[in-house]
């Protein structure tokens, strides 16, 4: 069984900085894409940033020079470092994998983090 547990959401002021964090644990053979998802109140979820397995990065232009994704390997963990926060970055922020499980017969399979609330006060 894979999960992914997100964390390093929290309330920030407008500038402020802040860093999360997504694991994945589990019956892991490999991990393709890691990305993250942002939902606000009363919108759809959009995608923020993607890595891939080999380290290129993409980003939605809102967020482009303030935030960065990266990865560890290693760990299965993805990171998403976030600066110069503005008030429209309020959201729940998701984490998201590609991966093939152990036992896949080497199918791709997406996952879903559990999200984690990012507020930033004006």
């Known amino acids: 069984q894979v999960q992914l547990v997100e964390s390093g959401g929290g309330l920030v002021q407008a500038g402020g900085s802040l860093r999360l964090s997504c694991a994945a644990s589990?019956?892991?053979?490999?991990?393709?894409?890691m990305a993250w998802y942002r939902q606000a109140p009363g919108k759809q979820r959009e995608l923020v940033a993607t890595i891939n397995s080999g380290g290129s990065t993409n980003y939605v232009d809102s967020v482009k020079g303030r935030f960065t994704i990266s990865r560890d390997n290693a760990k299965n963990t993805v990171y998403l470092q976030m600066n110069s926060l503005k008030p429209e970055d309020t959201a729940v922020y998701y984490c998201?994998?590609?991966?093939?499980?152990?036992?896949?017969?080497?199918?791709?399979?997406?996952?879903w983090g559990q999200g984690t609330q990012v507020t930033v006060s004006s």
């Open positions: 589990g019956s892991i053979f490999s991990i393709n894409l």
């Open positions: 998201n994998a590609e991966l093939v499980p152990i036992g896949s017969r080497m199918r791709t399979y997406t996952y």
